[in-house]
């Protein structure tokens, strides 16, 4: 059975559909990075999955159920914003907030409770700074806390949004090796929204490339050459390999060849490019 | 007369326990309006509550009850205006100019004293009844049963508002009760130290707190503790000062506490840092050694 079971999805904002006819089927411990241009419909997927956003045609199954929020079938991360300094929340609390947050009431935890956080935060690696307030925290630090409150429950499916966004390359390798292991170890499906593809490379089954509403699913050898991307973007598109490394050169005449990947640019970035 | 005097007078005391009353509710919101960025909505709501007490004089000679009712209103109105956190801060000014002018004008429209109303400004906590102080247990026992309800789902909002959304929390209803709430709070604590300088009370001892705790929990402890020692320390220096309004101590205070947690803070954050230095130290050794 898939873990994720998309048919002819059609989802949007008031009159603006972002993805239209979309079919994606993963199997439990597939790693699916999911890549594309802003505004092409990447985190809308999530939003979807997520069960925040309704399908405004085409069926979705997560696990067999329709997605709805709270179901412990799913893991998410979000994307990654930085925590103010001063912010009176131990990397404990916040993984903790995870598991129980919606729950009314003070702060108390059960034991089990405890017992769950203390084994997430183990799995990650992040029990030396579990007491540390989150503020003070390097990114990659942070972003370790952010998939121990993922992986709570142990869920099936893990959905990423930009998990390596601000990190150096090092904790990119690093973050990344961690979500794999938690992949491997619990037969996990992965969905994995990102800009650089480099660091994820090694350990992707496939690609879902997604540009203006239309979409491409396939091995990364497949997905990544000049004819598909082309053909997905409608103009000329360049694939470069430098050594292991996958560089994507889409543009067209009118707009300026963008430098950075991780500069978001809101008039529809039509040129991109992965660097690790 | 002497303090001890002082205090054996049902003004003095009244004002003691309504200064606790609103030391409590002050001390429980502040570290939310930190986390959520609201100082802008607190501002607005408490000058507002002059227009609720001008609207409650004329109408029916209660200025109290009409701050009440008419921060009910605010709340909801900036609610639903400022939908989206960026539009929040316009909301609440747009809101609060509109509010204002109408206070002004129901004023000008009032026949009696003016002072009921402009008490509210600059606060009256010594001319606090038994009526008002009733009230007030009421409004404190209100806030708190539905902070103590609310509180993890809010805390989660605050800090952590994507992953909160996912897991099923209303961001949208818990923003639009804290806002009432926070309201509520705002129209009696100005009672007390005057709509000008509620800050002092709903801000700056939760902004102390943060830099001297490090869990949730304790920066709720040290905000109410602060706003607890400020407001009864203000009200009893100004009985030994008569002649120098209390608001002015419990700014005071407020502040004296605020500058001194900034003054130790960093040495706490430092020694906590070095703490995480040395565990990370010893978890590299113990990880090279296995």
């Not at chain 1, 994606?24 to 411990?29: H, R, S, V, W, Y």
């Not at chain 1, 179901?71 to 993984?95: A, E, S, T, W």
């Not at chain 1, 090694?202 to 203006?212: A, Q």
């Amino acid at each position: 059975m898939s873990s994720i079971e998309i048919l002819g999805l059609r989802a949007g904002y008031g009159e603006r559909s972002i993805l239209s006819d979309l079919d994606l089927k993963a199997g439990p411990g597939e790693f699916l990075a999911v890549l594309g241009p802003n505004g092409s419909g990447k985190t809308t997927l999530l939003k979807v999955l997520l069960g925040l956003l309704k399908p405004t045609a085409g069926s979705v199954l997560v696990d067999g159920t329709a997605p709805k929020p709270r179901n412990r079938v799913v893991g998410y991360i979000p994307q990654h914003r930085g925590f103010d300094r001063d912010l009176p929340i131990r990397g404990r609390d916040l993984v903790t907030l995870g598991l129980n947050g919606h729950k009314l009431g003070l702060l108390r935890s059960t034991r089990p409770e405890r017992a769950l956080v203390e084994r997430a935060l183990e799995q990650v690696g992040a029990l030396d700074y579990a007491d540390a307030p989150v503020g003070m925290l390097s990114g990659g630090e942070q972003q370790r806390l952010r998939i121990a409150q993922a992986i709570l429950g142990e869920p099936s499916v893990l959905l990423c949004d930009e998990p390596l966004l601000a990190l150096d390359p090092g904790r990119q390798m690093e973050v990344t090796r961690v979500i794999d292991r938690y992949r491997r170890e619990r037969g996990a499906t992965v969905l994995f929204v990102t800009h650089e593809i480099n660091p994820v490379l090694p350990y992707v089954d496939r690609i879902l490339y997604l540009v203006n509403g239309r979409s491409v699913l396939g091995r990364p050898e497949a997905v990544l050459t000049r004819e598909t991307l082309t053909g997905l973007y409608g103009n000329p598109v360049e694939v470069v390999r430098v050594g292991e490394r996958v560089i994507v050169l889409a543009g067209d005449e009118e707009s300026h060849s963008e430098i950075d990947g991780h500069h978001h640019h809101d008039h529809g970035e039509v040129a991109s490019k992965w660097m690790s | 007369m002497d303090v001890m005097t002082y205090l054996t007078l049902p003004f003095a005391q009244h004002a003691l326990v309504a200064g606790f009353l609103i030391a409590l509710i002050c001390g429980i919101i502040g570290p939310f309006v930190i986390a959520r960025q609201m100082a802008f909505a607190v501002h607005g709501a408490a000058e507002l509550s002059f227009t609720g007490a001008s609207a409650g004089l004329l109408i029916a000679g209660n200025p109290v009850a009409g701050a009440l009712i008419g921060s009910v209103v605010v709340a909801g109105a900036m609610g639903l205006l400022g939908d989206r956190s960026r539009e929040r801060d316009s909301a609440i000014g747009v809101v609060l100019a509109a509010g204002l002018g109408l206070g002004v004008y129901l004023l000008s429209r009032y026949q009696g004293f003016a002072s009921a109303a402009t008490n509210i400004l600059f606060g009256n906590i010594f001319g606090i009844s038994w009526i008002q102080i009733l009230i007030l247990v009421a409004l404190a026992v209100a806030v708190m049963v539905v902070m103590v309800v609310i509180y993890r789902p809010l805390l989660f909002a605050s800090v952590d508002p994507e992953l909160a959304q996912a897991r099923g929390v209303s961001l949208k209803l818990l923003g639009i009760i804290f806002l009432i709430v926070l309201a509520l709070s705002v129209t009696e604590a100005a009672q007390v130290v005057g709509t000008l300088l509620v800050l002092s009370l709903a801000i700056t001892p939760a902004a102390a707190a943060q830099r001297v705790s490090r869990g949730p929990a304790s920066t709720t402890v040290v905000s109410i503790a602060i706003a607890m020692l400020a407001t009864e320390g203000g009200l009893i220096l100004a009985l030994v000062w008569s002649s120098v309004p209390p608001t002015v101590f419990i700014s005071a205070l407020s502040f004296a506490s605020y500058v001194l947690a900034r003054l130790v803070g960093p040495g706490i954050a430092r020694r906590r840092r070095e703490g995480l230095e040395r565990l990370r130290n010893l978890a590299a050794a113990l990880t090279e050694a296995a």
